[in-house]
């Protein structure tokens, strides 16, 4: 079976975006491209600093509320269902939740042919990237480095720290059925 569906995890600036903007660009056909941010992004105003929704403290930790997560739900299955329904997709996500964010994502994909992939990044080198894009909380890199990989099972994995993007996608799009 061709692959469907390419999940990239990894901590904030770890380079997941770039990656993907690469993939997009060596992979046959188009590939539509979402992410955490993607949500995030779409989410009401009142939700992005609500503990029903979703929470960045000063220090870089993220906390998500019932509302967020319903959202969420309904998003993944959104995803899922433009998959089955043709569309090649790339997903650039953030499993704050290690294994557990995994499993709602297979759930959603289940029976699509999916490449897990991991996109590690040392956490000195995320927070010197977090701190040279001004966009995000001071501190996200470093904590979400090592603790979005924790329980993952992974087809593939990367290490942005010594490796290009283009690079990367190359590898990625290697193991691309």
């Not at 897990?116 to 927070?127: F, N």
């Amino acid at each position: 079976m061709k692959t469907q569906v390419i999940v990239l995890n990894g901590g904030s600036s770890s380079g997941k975006s770039g990656i993907v903007r690469c993939l997009q660009s060596v992979l046959p056909g188009p590939w539509l491209a979402f992410g955490a941010d993607t949500f995030v992004g779409a989410l009401p105003a009142s939700m992005q600093a609500s503990d029903a929704g979703i929470e960045f403290a000063a220090d870089g930790t993220v906390s998500v509320g019932p509302e967020f997560r319903a959202l969420e739900a309904a998003w993944i299955e959104g995803v899922a269902a433009m998959a089955r329904a043709g569309a090649r997709i790339v997903v650039d996500e953030i499993f704050l939740g290690g294994a557990g964010s995994q499993h709602r994502w297979q759930q959603a994909l289940g029976g699509l042919p999916v490449l897990w992939v991991g996109v590690r990044c040392d956490g000195e080198i995320a927070a010197a990237r977090e701190i040279a894009r001004g966009d995000r909380a001071v501190g996200m890199a470093a904590s979400q480095a090592e603790t979005v990989h924790r329980g993952m099972v992974y087809d593939v994995e990367i290490d942005t720290a010594r490796t290009e993007s283009m690079e990367c996608a190359r590898t990625i799009a290697a193991h691309v059925g």
